[in-house]
T-cell receptor, first 115, second 110 residues
Framework: DAGVIQSPRHEVTEMGQEVTLRCKPISGHDYLFWYRQTMMRGLELLIYFNNNVPIDDSGMPEDRFSAKMPNASFSTLKIQPSEPRDSAVYFC?????????????FGSGTRLTVV | GQSLEQPSEVTAVEGAIVQINCTYQTSGFYGLSWYQQHDGGAPTFLSYNGLDGLEETGRFSSFLSRSDSYGYLLLQELQMKDSASYFCAVRVSGFQKLVFGTGTRLLVSP
């Protein structure tokens, strides 16, 4: 298995631009998570899906952030318009809910820099 | 809300044993997980404790005391490659949601 695949690995954009981050979870995993990591705030859960349905988006910082999961093998996190304070590493993770181990598999992350 | 406390940094030498503690305050606690993250890398799952007691996986062990709202990760026979950040994370509901602590940076020296 190729693991959780995220793209792009790095993204540099100007303030005000739209940014789209992409994630392909592990096949057969029914949970998908989007986390953001910064030095100041650590790993923050933004939103998670179960069977492609958003379950908890309470961590989404504001309306500029949106996430979709149109099918079991693809999810996007969009920021529009982007701001310098959005600079962070964004991780996607997936897990199979029935295993009982509650172990997430994380993707390699997207390092976003907004200038 | 939830809060987790871990030491910010721990240092040790190769071959030693180190314990990383985690205390938590949450509502609806269901279990405690540990993750390892090397600089520039992604977090990787190490262990999960849903019940009190010790779970052992090779050189790593994890312990949970629900009555004390406390857990720890024990790393034995330390190797240089164990230098990384270690995060505890609590499962706070019947769903899969995890809330992560701020992490402990472990530095292993020769």
């Amino acid at each position: 298995d190729a693991g959780v695949i995220q793209s792009p690995r790095h993204e540099v954009t100007e303030m005000g631009q739209e940014v789209t981050l992409r994630c392909k979870p592990i096949s057969g995993h029914d949970y998908l998570f989007w986390y953001r990591q910064t030095m100041m705030r650590g790993l923050e859960l933004l939103i998670y899906f179960n069977n492609n349905v958003p379950i908890d988006d309470s961590g989404m910082p504001e309306d500029r952030f949106s996430a979709k999961m149109p099918n079991a093998s693809f999810s996007t996190l969009k920021i529009q318009p982007s701001e310098p304070r959005d600079s962070a590493v964004y991780f996607c993770a997936s897990t199979a809910g029935q295993t009982g181990t509650y172990g997430y598999t994380f993707g390699s992350g997207t390092r976003l820099t907004v200038v | 809300g939830q809060s987790l406390e871990q030491p910010s940094e721990v240092t040790a030498v190769e071959g030693a044993i180190v314990q990383i503690n985690c205390t938590y305050q949450t509502s609806g606690f269901y279990g405690l997980s540990w993750y390892q993250q090397h600089d520039g890398g992604a977090p990787t799952f190490l262990s999960y404790n849903g019940l009190d007691g010790l779970e052992e996986t090779g050189r790593f062990s994890s312990f949970l005391s629900r009555s004390d709202s406390y857990g720890y990760l024990l790393l034995q026979e330390l190797q240089m490659k164990d230098s990384a950040s270690y995060f505890c994370a609590v499962r706070v509901s019947g769903f899969q949601k995890l809330v992560f602590g701020t992490g402990t940076r472990l530095l292993v020296s020769p």
